[in-house]
């Protein structure tokens, strides 16, 4: 599979699971997150069951989860973008202090007994808000913690973090809510992010570098594009986004099958939402021996067998039965997000990883949309006929992406340039903005087809790299005369691109290369000047270059990534 940069490679061996706890700067911050995910699950049963007292409305119900995860679809495409541009501690802090205070709201309003409907979705909007910031930071800064092979084993840590807080955390906030006590769980989650917090102080503020400091909407749109034009990633993301549409439903209505389906109360529902956390958790710590043998078949099984034990739970009226389907829902649905999950942060290299990262939990933030849409569905058919229907909608993904070419996780690695890459390391500035870059080939008149496709291919790599405009022209009266247009923003971006080429970008550049026929091709730089705007530079600034001939073809840069050859530049 040409497109999967770094992926699918053989000789996979198994590594421990909790390997990646030995590591002292991991393991703290893990067991922090461990205590905040208990403190999440207890806001996460006792919002929806409050809601559920308060009014007693599926859609309201459902209405909770959507006000906690809505604001992913809106902050966390830019959250990524400050990922990638800042300091990830400092992200972390303002966004754990958003949620403790908007929890803390929540505690003192439902303890005065002052709670409504409005402020309760109200405050866990405020409380999606904090999430949504922190949330991408989160997710690149544990699994850089530790070396490259162990980050998919990292990451599972997370997600069996995560679930062994989901076994913990609707049984206590159950009983809570059972007795009255809603105020005391958001209470305990306030003081779990005050935890995680002074774990983040002790961390020294990260060195950004030079490469990590574009404007925010231009450094999002960049890894926009990064993950468009790259495939895996891609197909990855829309699985991503249909699956969390379509599994929403079960969390979602959870409340509401408990009370209207099985006749259960605040400790029932403690324990199958505790029930499904212990699934859940089982399939943390078993994904990497399923993986194994699995192989491709890991994320299409999994996803049908949380379609199935979704469809049990919503159809079924016996609590035990209900229970076991609900468990292997849980299960199934950590193997699902933790082989999507790993697989396209591996798949993503560090200068995007956190942009791309933003867009898997923007695909997951569709969760909301799923949760109304089910919401609203069982206001007319009733929660457990809801849940069977968006759960079929899954089962149908599950058998779809049998027919995708997916990269297995276990043979991924994350893109590199190739061991003669030498970036080049000369002072150089350019002024002017915008930078075209633009390169000629002369190519013989039987190559034009097999030309044209490697261009396509060019183009893609391009916009994978930071350019953002791509055109290709031909010369009026020579037309074997080709000429290939790219843009970017500015020169400091430009040479960033000779930093981010990986094997694959590589491989096209030298496939293009090859057509030329007279000895280049060339390639020229030209910096935009401003001759309109009086509030511009002088033209002296504007005319500045300090460029040490970086795109000579000299022997000390052994491929120029704009010209496939290292011709001339000017």
Avoid: C
């Avoid at 497109?3 to 991991?26: I, K, N, Q």
């Avoid at 049998?402 to 043979?411: A, F, H, N, Q």
């Avoid at 087809?449 to 953002?468: D, M, T």
């Avoid at 091709?521 to 511009?536: C, E, F, M, Q, S």
């Amino acid at each position: 599979m040409a497109e999967a940069s770094g992926a699918a490679r053989g000789g996979d061996r198994p590594v421990s699971t909790f390997a990646p706890l030995a590591v002292p700067e991991y393991r703290r911050i893990w067991a922090a997150a461990t205590v905040s995910h208990v403190g999440t699950f207890l806001q996460l049963t006792a919002g929806p069951w409050l809601m559920l007292q308060l009014t007693g409305s599926p859609l309201l119900v459902a209405l909770v989860t959507t006000a906690l995860l809505l604001p992913r679809l809106l902050l966390v495409v830019p959250a990524g973008a400050l990922t990638d541009v800042l300091d990830r501690r400092t992200l972390l802090l303002v966004g754990q202090g958003i949620s403790a205070v908007a929890v803390a709201a929540l505690a003192v309003l439902t303890a005065l007994d002052l709670i409504d409907p409005v402020s309760l979705l109200g405050l866990t909007f405020l409380l999606g808000i904090g999430s949504a910031i922190a949330l991408p930071a989160f997710q690149t800064l544990v699994p850089d913690l530790v070396a490259a092979p162990l980050r998919a084993q990292a990451i599972t840590l997370n997600s069996a973090a995560f679930n062994v807080a989901r076994s913990l955390g609707p049984a206590i906030g159950g009983a809570l809510v059972a007795v009255g006590l809603a105020s005391a769980a958001f209470g305990a989650n306030a003081v779990s992010y005050l935890v995680v917090m002074g774990v983040l102080l002790s961390f020294p503020r990260e060195d950004v570098g030079t490469e990590r400091r574009p404007g925010m909407w231009r450094s999002a749109a960049a890894g926009v594009r990064y993950a468009r034009f790259t495939q895996p990633i891609r197909i990855l993301l829309a699985v991503t986004a249909l699956f969390s549409l379509t599994a929403a439903s079960l969390q979602a209505l959870l409340p509401s099958v408990v009370a209207d389906d099985l006749g259960l109360g605040g400790v029932g529902f403690g324990v199958l939402y505790g029930l499904f956390g212990a699934g859940a958790l089982a399939g943390a710590l078993t994904r990497e021996r399923v993986r194994l043998p699995a192989g491709r078949l890991m994320l299409p099984a999994s996803i049908v067998l949380f379609s199935l034990g979704a469809i049990g739970f919503g159809l079924l009226t016996v609590p035990a039965l209900a229970g076991a389907a609900i468990t292997l829902a849980g299960l199934s649905w950590v193997w699902t997000m933790t082989t999507l999950n790993a697989s396209v942060q591996l798949l993503a290299p560090r200068w995007v990883r956190g942009r791309v990262v933003s867009l898997f939990v923007l695909a997951v933030g569709l969760q909301p949309v799923g949760a109304f849409l089910s919401g609203a569905l069982a206001e007319v058919l009733g929660a457990g006929a809801a849940v069977a229907i968006f759960a079929a909608g899954a089962l149908v993904l599950g058998l779809a992406t049998l027919r995708l070419r997916l990269p297995v996780l276990g043979g991924i690695e994350e893109p590199t340039a190739p061991e003669d890459w030498i970036v080049p390391d000369h002072e150089h500035h350019v002024a002017g903005t915008p930078v075209l870059v633009v390169t000629t080939w002369e190519i013989d008149p039987d190559d034009v087809e097999p030309f044209f496709a490697v261009l396509r291919e060019l183009r893609r790599q391009r916009l994978r790299s930071g350019a953002y405009r791509w055109s290709v022209f031909r010369d009026a009266s020579h037309p074997h005369r080709i000429t290939e247009i790219f843009t970017v923003h500015d020169w400091t971006e430009h040479l960033a691109q000779h930093r981010r080429l990986d094997a694959e970008m590589v491989e096209v550049i030298s496939r293009a290369r090859s057509f030329d026929r007279s000895g280049g091709p060339v390639t020229r730089h030209l910096a935009g000047l401003d001759v309109v705007d009086p509030g511009a530079a002088p033209f002296e600034e504007q005319l500045l270059t300090v460029h040490d001939e970086l795109h000579r073809t000299d022997g000390s840069v052994p491929l120029d990534p704009d010209g496939p050859r290292g011709g001339a530049s000017k």
